[in-house]
């Protein structure tokens, strides 16, 4: 059974910074590549950053040079250190492993940026 589990969410003050985790099981990890999502209210879901499996980034244009994404495929975890927070940063973050045409999703971990 696949499992991403998602924790680090909260609530944070603007220019504040969260460091998000994802753990897998029932998966290969170092295989997959691993990407964080976000869905704000009433917006689609989006892709924040995205790491392969030989560890290539890249970044939604509006995270670039606040956001960090890496993984230790020897912990089976793919992180997120989001720095310099914004309001608009607000959104329920998902965890995303694929490989091929294959996909999952974590739960998800809610981010609120609010002073």
């Known amino acids: 059974q696949v499992q991403l589990v998602e924790s680090g969410g909260g609530l944070v003050q603007p220019g504040g910074s969260l460091r998000l985790s994802c753990a897998a099981s029932?998966?290969?990890?170092?295989?997959?590549?691993m990407a964080w999502y976000r869905q704000a209210p009433g917006k689609q879901r989006e892709l924040v950053a995205r790491i392969s499996n030989v560890y290539s980034t890249n970044y939604a244009d509006s995270v670039k040079g606040r956001f960090t994404i890496s993984r230790d495929n020897a912990k089976n975890t793919v992180y997120l250190q989001m720095n310099s927070l914004k309001s608009e940063d607000t959104a329920a973050y998902y965890c995303?492993?694929?490989?091929?045409?294959?996909?999952?999703w974590g739960q998800g971990t809610q981010v609120t940026v609010s002073s």
């Open positions: 995303n492993a694929g490989l091929g045409g294959t996909t999952y």
């Open positions: 029932g998966i290969i990890f170092s295989v997959n590549n």
